[in-house]
């Protein structure tokens, strides 16, 4: 049974750092593009970052790039997503996605979006406030 888990989330002031992982069971990550994507409250769930199979593409949106950094370890069967300099607006549940895939998957657009997704976390709050 496929399944993703996501953790690390939790109160972070502006300008401090989080690490959210996300651990996959049931099936091997390394065939699988990994999204994560963000969803503020009465917002649409937005991308946020992915990566390719073996790591070698990442793409982050504009909203993050630069201050987010996108990784994954493919014998512990689990991503990351380091934030730092974390602001307010980046408020939200964090989500990974899973979708198998080629090598440049993350280089095109269509899997910028959540549609592309088939296997879905639960989801790990982050809130940054002072």
């Known amino acids: 049974q496929l399944r993703l888990v996501e953790s690390g989330g939790g109160l972070a002031q502006p300008g401090g750092s989080l690490r959210l992982s996300c651990v996959a069971s049931?099936?091997?990550?390394?065939?699988?593009?990994i999204g994560w994507f963000r969803q503020a409250p009465g917002k649409e769930r937005e991308w946020v970052s992915c990566i390719s199979r073996i790591g070698g593409t990442t793409n982050y949106a504009n909203s993050v790039k630069g201050r987010f950094t996108i990784s994954r370890d493919n014998t512990k069967n689990t991503a990351y997503l380091q934030m730092n300099s974390l602001k307010p607006e980046d408020t939200a549940i964090y989500y990974c996605?899973?979708?198998?895939?080629?090598?440049?998957?993350?280089?095109?657009?269509?899997?910028?979006?959540?549609?592309?997704?088939?296997?879905w976390g639960q989801g790990t709050q982050v809130t940054v406030s002072s």
């Open positions: 996605a899973a979708e198998p895939s080629d090598n440049h998957a993350c280089d095109r657009s269509d899997y910028h979006y959540n549609y592309q997704y088939n296997a």
């Open positions: 049931g099936f091997i990550l390394d065939a699988y593009t």
